[in-house]
């Protein structure tokens, strides 16, 4: 039996992921409503606005596929660049009207029949499937430094910068050398009067030249779209077969090359106090990999120190190192990274019988395939938890899972059901394999990243990429319960 109803969406989130399964809708003639928090699109590239802020994926893959950019100024585009390619695209596929902007959604309710949404202001609406595309680097984590509210400078959150503060000649101190650190290092450090870099850990960064690419580039590209797709086509094997791959196995060899091409520019540093303070001891890539192609220019110059001292606490003038020495600073910034096991909450989700999102996901957030949950019919996420990350484009990841949601809807509706769900025995055989196969990657080669979880277990896909493209192309339809 056919259903004839089309089901309705909500979509929660206007960034990259939201915006895609709303063009993606909208092309379908679904019925469709995005809710976003803010007052414009644009996720991470519209909260993240610090110095320095570029995409360490080229610019040419972390494209929509479907509206590859001839305009792309570098290779590692900034991220006001990037924001506005997301706008113009928002423009031209005229989707902006469907976008409840200031509607931070508080309650998605599972009713028997649909789905409740309230939202903002007491904006109730029904919908038939759930689209979370909130996002995973979202909600900042700040450091549990004692006395970080004592400081009488201005400190901000990377993702929070304060804009009306003056950095030229001033002492600024960075906590954190995660991609973020390591972008405005490269930024702030020449423009500071003295700028210093708490750093925990090193990282193992490669360095990448900035490609600016020329008019005559541009235009080749404009004219002559085969070739942008011919580029995307060749980073996409390059990012999500090759290092896709050589993630996977903690031992491949692919790393000795990565740490030769990073120590060759070590060895250009000329201090050998700092040289040794930058080098890690790590395997490289067991952190997500660090692209950067002036943070050792930058480390180097006179007014820039790197400290390795733990930082003690945080007094009114600045940070007091373990060592005794206060580092006098007149601003304060956290690079210290953002809380990655949040997803979709605090929003309260509450699916079959009642259960809470938070109570399914009280040891820790999982999702069969990396994009349903056992107990939330109709519930899909994209870049949800054990999707594919880690220095691949997020955007190919949505792709390829919002295709897959639609082929659980079309069965859905090919089925002329109501709710499709993940078994709660499919979901635990997926999460067992998946544990088991995350204990062979590099990201579990002795290191404190982002990527594990509280058991210490890389939390990501841990598969080739290839295998993801089948599993989204290819639903098990036999894993769900259909009603
Ligand atoms: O955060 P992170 P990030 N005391 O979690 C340190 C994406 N991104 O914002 O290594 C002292 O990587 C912590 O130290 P340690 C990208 O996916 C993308 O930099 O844990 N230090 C670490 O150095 C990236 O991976 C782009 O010892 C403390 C840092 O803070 C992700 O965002 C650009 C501390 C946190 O690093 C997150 O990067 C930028 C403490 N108490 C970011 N607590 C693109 O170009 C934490 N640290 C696409």
Wanted: glycine share 8%; with cysteine.
């Amino acid at each position: 039996m056919t259903s004839e109803k089309r089901p309705r969406f909500a979509v929660l989130g206007a960034g990259m992921s939201g915006i895609l399964a709303a063009i993606k809708l909208k092309e379908a003639g679904y019925d469709y409503t995005v809710f976003e928090k803010a007052d414009r699109i644009g996720g991470t590239w519209r909260e993240n606005t610090y110095p320095g802020i570029a995409c360490d994926v080229p610019s040419h893959l972390y494209s929509y596929s479907f509206e590859l950019n001839p305009d792309w100024t570098y290779l590692a585009s900034p991220g006001g660049e990037i924001q506005a390619y997301f706008e113009g695209v928002v423009e031209k596929y005229g989707i902006e009207e469907s976008i409840r902007f200031g509607h931070p959604v508080v309650r998605c309710e599972w009713t028997g029949e649909d789905w409740e949404v309230e939202a903002g202001d007491g904006f109730i609406g029904h919908y038939d499937w759930i689209v979370a595309a909130t996002g995973i680097l979202h909600h900042p984590k700040l450091p549990d430094i004692e006395g970080l509210e004592t400081f009488e400078g201005a400190s901000f959150h990377t993702a929070r910068w304060d804009h009306s503060v003056l950095l030229d000649g001033k002492r600024i101190g960075v906590i954190g050398t995660g991609s973020t650190g390591v972008q405005i290092t490269g930024d702030l450090a020449p423009r500071a009067g003295h700028y210093s870099l708490f750093q925990r850990t090193a990282q193992w960064v490669m360095p990448v030249e900035q490609v600016k690419y020329t008019d005559e580039q541009r235009k080749e590209f404009r004219e002559h779209p085969e070739a942008l797709d011919a580029l995307y086509e060749e980073l996409d094997h390059s990012f999500h077969d090759n290092f896709g791959n050589q993630v996977l196995d903690g031992n491949h060899e692919f790393f000795d090359q990565v740490r030769a091409a990073c120590t060759a520019k070590l060895e250009e540093i000329r201090d050998p106090e700092l040289r040794e303070k930058l080098t890690p001891d790590y395997t490289p890539a067991c952190k997500r990999l660090v692209i950067s192609h002036n943070f050792y220019d930058s480390v180097q110059v006179p007014q820039a120190e790197v400290v390795t001292e733990p930082i003690e606490r945080i007094e009114p003038k600045g940070v007091r190192t373990a060592d005794g020495r206060l580092h006098e600073l007149d601003v304060l910034v956290l690079a210290t990274g953002f809380q990655v096991d949040a997803f979709v909450r605090p929003m309260t989700i509450r699916g079959l019988n009642g259960q809470l999102l938070d109570d399914a996901w009280k040891e820790r957030p999982s999702a069969y395939m990396s994009v349903t949950v056992p107990g939330f019919p109709n519930f899909f996420m994209i870049n949800g938890p054990n999707s594919p990350v880690g220095n691949f484009s997020l955007i190919r990841t949505a792709e390829l899972q919002y295709d897959h949601m639609m082929r659980l809807v079309e069965h859905q509706q090919s089925n002329g059901a109501k709710l499709m769900v993940p078994s709660a025995e499919a979901a635990k055989r997926f999460e067992d394999e998946r544990v088991e196969a995350a204990a062979d990657t590099v990201w579990a080669t002795g290191c404190q990243s982002w990527y594990l979880d509280d058991r210490g277990i890389p939390f990501l896909w841990p598969y080739p990429f290839s295998r993801f493209t089948q599993e989204m192309e290819r639903p098990r339809f036999e894993d769900y319960d259909v009603a």
